[in-house]
C-alpha cells in the first residue's frame, strides 16, 4: 500500500514515516481508497479536455487553480494552471488516461524533483 501526503495529496512508494519526496514533509500515512490524490497539473486550455474525458469516464474529480485569483486575472485565464485531483481507488484509471492523452507532451509529474521517485 502506498503512502499519501496529507499536505500535497500526492502518493508515493516508501517505508512507514518516509519524507514525502515532493514537499519533503512526515505528514504521511497509508493511502485509503476515498482519499483525493494529486493527478496532474495542466494549462488551463488542456484543463477543459482533461475534465470532458474524465466525466465521460465517470471518474469524480476536483480541479484547483494553482495561482491565486489575482495573478490568473493578470495574467489571463489562459496562462492559468490547473491541478486535478481523484480519489485513490480511481488514481490508475485516471493516470492512464492522462498518459494517453498527454503522451505527446511532457508532464510536470513524471518524476520527483530530487530524483528519488519509487514508483
Ligand atoms: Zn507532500
Known amino acids: ?18 519524507r514525502c519526496p515532493w514537499c519533503r514533509r ?16 495542466r494549462e488551463y486550455i488542456w484543463s477543459g479536455m482533461l475534465a470532458d474525458v474524465l466525466t465521460q ?6 480541479q484547483k487553480n494553482v495561482y491565486g485569483a489575482g ?7 489562459t496562462h492559468e494552471r490547473i491541478r486535478f485531483y481523484v480519489f485513490y481507488k480511481q488514481l490508475a484509471e485516471a493516470e492512464s488516461i492522462v498518459e494517453s492523452l498527454f503522451s505527446a507532451s511532457d508532464g510536470v509529474n513524471a518524476s520527483a524533483p530530487n530524483g528519488d521517485n519509487a514508483q
Do not use: Q
Open 1 to 18: 500500500m502506498p503512502l499519501y501526503c496529507e499536505v500535497c495529496s500526492r502518493t508515493f512508494d516508501g517505508p512507514d514515516g518516509k
Open 26 to 41: 512526515r505528514r504521511t500515512r497509508h493511502v485509503e481508497p476515498d482519499d483525493l490524490c494529486f493527478l496532474t497539473e
Open 57 to 62: 469516464e465517470n471518474i469524480p474529480f476536483m
Open 71 to 77: 495573478l490568473a486575472l493578470k495574467m489571463g485565464p
